[in-house]
Each structure stands twice: as structure tokens, then as C-alpha cells.
């Protein structure tokens, strides 16, 4: 099932984030909290004992694979792994997506799909009979991503409406910032400037959705026009893999860098900054330490927590408030 989730989870597909409306995500936000809360005091409970999730990983991952086995593992869940099954398995021999999303059903509570085209974590969700969660289909989605993102803004912000960002780097392939708008739209008053090289601009139609919905969109063409009072800054890499010409990849891939010098000019106190992972040149490591810079800390812990609550709430478990 793919459809509105409406407050239950329970045998629910995850494939994108306007099946969310914003109750649902405070229904993720509230579990996640209690389940870091329970962490912090070592009482974890067990909410997966018994369930296997299975990780069905078509493009390479560190960060979403291993925050995912993480997430079922210490919720006393395990994982079958298959990563790079192209190349390992019956992939090779022409299994379908659809019979695979079959037979995992039969060995696991839940599946966990990564893959190269967007909108395959559909068909995977459809063809399967346990829920199905998307953790980045090709340049479509990341839904997971964008609620720990969410999370951590709202976490130092207090709020999800009303706010000024400054997204920046590969807007045209990022998933993340694709589901990261979706999320923003689903609240008054967001206003989000974009920085991208012209190449890699969100494309037209999204603009035109997202501003359908209220969200209020400003183009910005090079670092000066930055306004100085965003609550948060949302650094993205270019999508190398996305490029047919590694040339053009090598020209735009750092045509954004987030430096001491642009945070002294751009920055302000109350802001955060996040970036989804791997960086590649698009943050100077001499940000790490500034308390702003949280996506080597918070927004790490806080996916590992969101990532819990998903698997939990898709699986039924409740937790005692
Ligand atoms: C992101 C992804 O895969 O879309 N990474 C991640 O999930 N940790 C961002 C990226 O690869 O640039």
C-alpha cells in the first residue's frame, strides 16, 4: 500500500513524502524522540524482536545502509543484506524487481529498496505483501532523508512553518532536496532560496508545484545575493553518477563551497547548517567544529532515530508514552 498514511502505519508502504500530512510526520518525530530518550537512559525496548528487514540495495550506500541495519539491529530486529545485487545475484540472470519484491516478502517484515530509477520503490511496493520503504530511488526521492532533516531543523527551530533557507549544489538530481521541498511545502510561510549552477536548476514543473502549494522560491545567481537571516543552510554534492560526461561533472562539482569566509559574510547565529552526505568538496572541513555545522553530529543521530521509528511504526510496534 502506498497511499495517505493518515496516522496508521501499520503495513504501509514509504515511498514518498506526500503520502505524509503534518500529523503523520509528528507521529514520526514523537517516536523517534522517545526511542532516542529511551537510548539516552539505556532502555531501549525491543520493538523488532523477531522481525527481519530485508536491505535491497541497487546503488551504493554507506551512510542510509548502515543507519538502516543499525536502526532494525538495535531494536533487537535483524537484516538480510543484498547490496549491489546487479552484479551478485539473480539480477544478473534476469530476475525482475517485481518477483524479488515476491520472494523478500516471504523471508522478511519489511522492505528496505534503493534504486537507480526513480519511482522503483513503487513497483517494488506494489508487487510486495510487507511494506515497502524507499531509501533514494535514482534522482526521484529520499523520504527518509527529508523527515531526519525535517527533524533536525525543527528540533532547533521549534517550528516547520515560517522559515528561510538557502539550498544549495545539484537541485536537478538531488533526491534529498527533492523530498526536502515536498516536506517545506506542506507549511505556511516557507520561503527557500536556491543556489545552483544553471545546469543543475530545479526543474521548471517542480518550481511550479511547489510554489502552487505556497512555498515561495527565490533563484539566486552566485553567493552575494545569499540573504543573511536563513534559519538553515541545506549544502548538497553534484551527482556524479548522474552525468554522462564526467567533464561537465568535473566543472560544476564545486561551484559551491561553503568556507569560513562565505559563513563570516552570509551566516548569522541562530542558523544550522546540514548537508545529507558524502561531501565532496562543497563544505571546508574548517566549518566541522562550528556549533552550526551539525551534519556530521545531530543530523546523523537523528536519522538513526527517525530510521527506527519508520521500521517500528511500519511493523505495528507501539511504544508505552
Ligand atoms: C544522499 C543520497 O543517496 O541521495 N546520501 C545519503 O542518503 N546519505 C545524498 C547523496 O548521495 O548525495
Do not use: C
Request: charge should be neutral.
Amino acid at each position: 500500500m502506498t497511499g495517505l498514511l493518515n496516522n496508521n502505519f501499520t503495513g504501509k508502504s514509504i515511498v514518498s513524502l506526500t503520502q505524509f500530512t503534518d500529523s503523520d510526520m509528528e507521529m514520526v518525530f514523537s517516536t523517534a524522540q522517545k526511542l532516542m530518550d529511551a537510548h539516552a537512559q539505556r532502555r531501549l525496548p525491543k520493538l523488532l524482536d523477531g522481525k527481519i528487514a530485508t536491505l535491497l540495495f541497487f546503488e551504493p550506500s554507506s551512510r542510509t545502509f548502515s543507519s538502516f541495519t543499525a536502526a532494525v539491529k538495535r531494536l533487537g530486529g535483524d537484516t538480510i543484506s543484498y547490496q549491489n545485487p546487479t552484479v551478485t545475484s539473480s539480477y544478473q540472470k534476469g530476475e525482475t524487481l517485481e518477483d524479488s519484491a515476491r520472494v523478500f516478502s516471504h523471508y522478511s517484515d519489511v522492505i528496505i529498496v534503493r534504486h537507480p530509477e526513480a519511482g522503483a520503490p513503487h513497483r517494488v511496493a506494489e508487487a510486495a505483501s510487507v511494506p515497502v520503504i524507499n531509501a533514494g530511488d535514482g534522482p526521484g526521492e529520499h523520504p527518509t532523508q527529508a523527515l531526519f532533516d525535517l527533524f533536525t531543523i525543527k528540533k532547533k527551530h521549534g517550528r516547520l512553518d515560517h522559515l528561510q533557507g538557502i539550498i544549495a549544489g545539484d537541485l536537478l538530481y538531488g533526491r534529498t532536496v527533492h523530498s526536502l521541498l515536498q516536506g517545506f511545502a506542506m507549511f505556511p510561510g516557507n520561503s527557500l532560496s536556491l543556489l545552483s549552477p544553471k545546469r543543475l536548476a530545479l526543474p521548471d514543473e517542480m518550481i511550479r508545484e511547489y510554489e502552487k502549494r505556497g512555498l515561495k522560491l527565490n533563484i539566486l545567481k552566485n553567493e552575494k545575493e545569499m540573504p543573511t537571516d536563513a534559519h538553515f543552510w541545506y549544502w548538497t554534492r553534484v551527482q556524479k553518477e548522474r552525468f554522462d560526461d564526467l567533464n561537465e561533472y568535473e566543472r560544476l562539482k564545486t561551484s559551491f563551497v561553503i568556507t569560513p569566509e562565505l559563513l563570516e559574510a552570509k551566516g548569522n547565529d541562530k542558523m544550522i547548517i546540514l548537508h545529507p552526505l558524502p561531501r565532496v568538496g562543497e563544505i571546508d572541513p574548517r566549518i566541522d567544529h562550528d556549533p552550526r555545522a551539525l551534519y556530521l553530529t545531530d543530523e546523523i543521530k537523528n536519522g538513526l532515530f527517525v530510521r527506527m521509528a519508520l521500521v517500528a511504526l511500519v511493523n505495528g510496534a507501539t511504544l508505552q508514552s
